[in-house]
Nanobody, 121 residues
């Protein structure tokens, strides 16, 4: 069993900051990529940030210079530091991992349950 659990969401005023955390657990052999996606009401799920162990991180244009993704590979965790938050950032944020399970030769996509981020006065 593999599980991704997000934390750190909540209500924040415009201009404020939040840090999201995601922990991957279970019979994991290797994690090749981790990232964050978000989905606002009435919109498609979109990439927020994604990173691999050796590659440069990718960000949506709308969050560049405001959000920072980081990983702790030893703990199988990924973080999203969100600064200068705007009402347009309001969405459910989902943790994502591309990983290989212990004993498996293939990789798969895994998703967390999501955490709500609301930016409002």
């Amino acid at each position: 069993q593999v599980q991704l659990v997000e934390s750190g969401g909540g209500l924040v005023q415009p201009g404020g900051s939040l840090r999201l955390s995601c922990a991957a657990s279970g019979s994991i052999d290797s994690i090749y990529a981790m990232g964050w996606y978000r989905q606002a009401p009435g919109k498609q799920r979109e990439l927020v940030a994604r990173t691999t162990s050796s590659g440069s991180p990718n960000y949506a244009d709308s969050v560049k210079a405001r959000f920072t993704i980081s990983r702790n590979n030893a703990k199988n965790m990924v973080y999203l530091q969100m600064n200068s938050l705007k009402p347009e950032d309001t969405a459910v944020y989902y943790c994502y991992a591309l990983l290989r399970r212990l004993g498996s030769l293939s990789t798969g996509d895994y998703w967390g349950q999501g955490t709500q981020v609301t930016v409002s006065s």
